[in-house]
């Protein structure tokens, strides 16, 4: 029954009325309670909110995903989007809409909108995007969540900490969603020393502070923190708000949500508003309606900031008795017109004092807030890592994502395995000893065998014969001995409900267990390659040290591989045998469901043929045959952005590291939707990313020179089209044309010409004229390097039409600077991911057109085949 006092109208139509009215203190239930009148009936209370939760779904065509999960490699794949202009008819289309933009690392994911002329029904399609937000969250695995919180924090998209669902009444805290966030930032200490560090930011203690209001004002609390928040020249609308599209659409199912972000500094003195990480939560509702998340804020703060009216103050006597960690702060208006920042107090009892004078606009609220923060953490260094957050969760009634079982299990056993990791080296070469040094020298063998390096004046065929006994000698050397590692390794990925689960806390803690070494050695690598280029040794040194600490993911396939090549070494019945020979179909669904695979083992320049092939014929099965592809390859100066391009393109996740780049060469399967494949006449797309062109070979006995070469040959012989990242660094660029000229020249021999363009990689705006006149110089600089070069002239190549297909008006692509302003704090450039985007589409549509290779069978043959050409 409705108490005395205030009750709310919260819709009227022609044929229902919405009633809520705030229920007294002391009953048990919702803060609010609301009650609709339809069709000659009362429905109130928990029927009400489903029913709404449902009609949002069903409205954004979703309502089937509740249940069967939304999966990363459905969201990936290549679909009407991608070949022709699609328009926003419906809310339908809103979810689709959103996740490609969002893999693609643009930053105007968040508007979507329905293009109508009738402006009624464009206000009916229109949704608020946290409802979106919020319902594509609910409807995704966790895996899907993880991207999706990954790339929303690179474009600066505030992320959920705590979701609600208006289905179930539960609120989960999404800690393994943020397991991925990794950040670089230079907080004070680091700073001073022009240096800065790489964390895992769940781990990361920082000081929190939240944000939360108290009933409704006229101030938009997000919009003053992102002004907050924003560096001194740069505002980025980090939480929706609604002066943005679509932000002034009453939430439905949004109500309750806490979002996150994190301030990070970049150490420069006028461009950072603060000196040290702070992490910032956002209460979407009202306090009163959120009982739980208004508490749980509360035991984690450093200080919760509360954003309220004057006249509200009375509410805050019943926070007395609460148990509050926080400082608390209120930010008090009087109708909206002015601001006052208080401190309160609720221990003996309620009190407010005054720390600001009274402020009349939002700018200088902001900058007040600005002043407060630092002051405030300076008395009170209280800090946390989400990670420890997640019991004060639970005890707040509050689940915990990563507490479910399967997520749970697996990651005792990974556990086990790092637990065991003191030095990476020494843990390679006990555990993972089949990818040792029997192997490389086998690979170096192999080598020999075809280009006779050291045959000297020796009878080639004796010679042959000479190194076919020492490679059958070093086979009978290679141990068939599954370590204790491997062991743990093949169980963490037997099950297929607990697999990727496995994987990502293996992965993870293999990040964090090297994170600090390995960023200091790539740091070294990259200042010494470009300070001191001609020191070959210390370059070549610092390069052999990553090698050796380097301890990844792939190195456990490594190892599968291997093992796997000695299989038939082992009993044919053999528990062992059979759990090895079962390694292929797991490697190929995970292929399918997103993973990479490493095609060419970057440490020995090498295939396992065996491994790959098997592999890839398991692909084959899973596809049921249907499995006809296309090849997008990538090759280009080392640092020059090969893997971020591909990632920012196809929503993929090639590994991006900072100062060295990807080594060998690693593939990714995207599959094309089955309702654009006759159009487009193939069934998926495989994309190649390679190991970056050094313009000089690192010392005279190494190897790394002609090495890049072989694996941008092979992935340019693979490809039936192939992106060449140029460097914005001229002083480079004769020499890896003439290295990119070398890698195409290889394939006149087998008939061969791809389809090419070329990405000038973080280019400033230019003019069409300037653009167009820089592909003709691009032109004029292939051929002059083609004519000079004697290898070329005698394999009759004059021009560099001889060895690639290329439209001389778009095979130049111009890419702006990855970021829009200064990292950490700046997002991902729109430009930079529509360009990406553009180079996409016109991808897909100019595969079309390359000759028929046809499918992974053909691969397989191919792969072999050109791998032993070269």
């Not at 924003?230 to 939480?239: G, L, M, R, V």
């Not at 301030?263 to 956002?282: M, Q, R």
């Not at 509360?298 to 509050?324: N, P, R, W």
């Not at 929503?651 to 690693?666: E, P």
């Amino acid at each position: 029954v409705p108490p005395p006092g205030k009750i709310e109208f919260q819709s009227v139509t022609t044929d229902s009325v919405i009633l809520s009215w705030g229920v007294p203190k002391g009953l048990k239930g919702p803060k609010i309670f609301r009650v609709k009148w339809t069709k000659g009936e009362w429905i109130h209370g928990r029927e009400l909110e489903e029913a709404c939760f449902r009609k949002v779904l069903s409205k954004m065509g979703l309502e089937d995903y509740y249940d069967d999960k939304l999966t990363l490699s459905t969201v990936l794949e290549i679909n009407q989007s991608d070949t022709s202009e699609s328009k926003l008819e419906s809310p339908k289309s809103y979810p689709e809409a959103f996740l490609r933009k969002l893999m693609m690392l643009n930053a105007n994911a968040r508007s979507v909108k329905c293009v109508s002329k009738d402006v009624d029904t464009d206000k009916q399609n229109t949704i608020n995007p946290l409802d979106l937000i919020t319902a594509l969250f609910l409807c995704s695995d966790g895996f899907l969540q993880q991207d999706m919180v990954v790339k929303m924090a690179l474009c600066q998209f505030a992320v959920p900490l705590l979701m609600p669902n208006h289905d179930t009444r539960e609120i989960t805290m999404m800690l393994w969603a943020m397991r991925e966030i990794v950040r670089t930032f230079s907080p004070s200490k680091l700073a001073f020393r022009n240096l800065s560090c790489e964390e895992r930011i769940v781990l990361t203690d920082i000081p929190l502070l939240s944000f939360v209001r108290l009933g409704r004002t006229s101030l938009s609390k997000s919009q003053v923190l992102n002004k907050l928040l924003s560096n001194t020249k740069e505002c980025y609308d980090i939480f929706y708000n609604r002066n943005m599209e679509g932000g002034d659409v009453p939430r439905k199912i949004s109500e309750g949500l806490v979002e996150m972000t994190w301030y990070l500094p970049c150490g420069k003195k006028n461009t950072d508003k603060f000196t040290e990480p702070l992490a910032v939560a956002n209460l979407r509702g009202d306090i009163r309606d959120f009982d739980k998340q208004f508490t749980f804020l509360c035991q984690t703060s450093a200080a919760v900031y509360i954003f309220c009216d004057e006249s509200e103050i009375d509410y805050f006597k019943h926070l007395e008795g609460m148990i509050v960690e926080a400082r608390l702060l209120l930010i008090s208006s009087i109708q909206g017109k002015s601001f006052t920042l208080k401190t309160m107090t609720i221990k003996p009892s309620l009190k407010t004092t005054t720390v600001s004078q009274r402020k009349n606009t939002e700018s200088e609220l902001v900058k007040a807030l600005q002043e407060s923060v630092p002051k405030m953490l300076g008395n009170c260094p209280v800090k946390v890592s989400l990670a420890n957050l997640a019991d004060t969760a639970r005890r707040c009634d509050i689940l915990v994502d990563e507490d479910i079982d399967e997520c749970q299990d697996v990651k005792k056993n990974a556990d086990n395995i790092i637990q065991h990791i003191a030095d990476p080296s020494k843990f390679k070469e006990k555990q993972l000893h089949s990818q040792g040094h029997i192997w490389k020298e086998l690979s170096l063998l192999k080598t020999e065998y075809w280009r006779l390096r050291n045959a000297g004046n020796e009878n080639i065929e004796d010679y042959r014969k000479s190194l076919k006994i020492t490679e059958k000698y070093l086979k009978t050397q290679q141990r068939l001995e599954i370590k204790a590692a491997m062991l743990r390794f093949f169980h963490g990925v037997a099950s297929e409900v607990q697999r990727y689960y496995f994987l990502k806390w293996l992965e993870m803690d293999l990040e964090n267990l090297s994170r600090n070494e390995m960023s200091d050695l790539k740091d070294k690598y990259k200042e010494l390659r470009e300070k001191c280029p001609e020191d070959t040794e210390k370059i070549a040194e610092i390069d052999q040290k990553i090698s050796a600490r380097s301890l990844r993911l792939e190195h456990f396939f490594r190892e599968c591989g291997q093992l796997f090549q000695c299989a038939n070494h082992l009993p044919e019945f053999s528990s062992q045998r059979k759990t090895l020979e079962q390694l292929p179909e797991l490697c190929a669904q995970m292929l399918l469901d997103g993973f990479p695979l490493e095609l060419v083992d970057g440490d020995v320049a090498n295939i396992p043929l065996k491994w790959i092939t098997e592999v890839l014929r398991e692909l084959h099965k899973s596809m049921h045959s249907k499995s006809k592809l296309k090849v997008i390859t990538i090759i280009g100066a080392e640092n020059s952005g090969k893997s971020t391009l591909l990632n920012t393109m196809f929503g993929v996740r090639f590994a991006v590291s900072k100062g060295t780049c990807t080594r060998g060469a690693f593939i990714h399967l995207i599959n094309v939707n089955e309702h654009v494949r006759r159009k487009l006449e193939y069934d998926c797309i495989m994309i190649i990313d390679t190991e970056g062109l050094k313009p000089h070979q690192i010392v005279q006995d190494d190897h790394s020179h002609e090495r890049d070469i072989e694996v941008a040959s092979l992935a340019v012989a693979l490809s039936d089209a192939t992106i060449v990242s140029v460097s914005s660094d001229n002083s480079k660029e004769k020499d890896l044309l003439e290295m990119v000229l070398h890698a195409f020249t290889r394939l006149k021999n087998v008939g061969k010409k791809p389809l090419c363009h070329f990405v000038h990689t973080n280019m400033s705006e230019s003019p069409a004229v300037e653009r167009k006149k820089r592909g003709k110089e691009l032109v004029k600089q292939l051929n002059e390097v083609i004519r000079k070069d004697t290898r070329m002239r005698k394999a009759n190549i004059t021009k560099c039409s001889d060895v690639m297909e290329f439209d001389r008006d778009t095979f130049s692509w111009y890419m702006p600077p990855v970021w829009n302003g200064t990292p950490p704090m700046a997002p991902f450039s729109v430009d930079y991911s529509e360009t990406a985007h553009a180079l996409k589409k016109r991808l897909i549509g100019d595969l079309k057109k390359c000759q028929g290779r046809g499918d992974l069978i053909q691969f397989i043959s191919d792969v072999d085949r050109f791998w032993k050409g070269l």
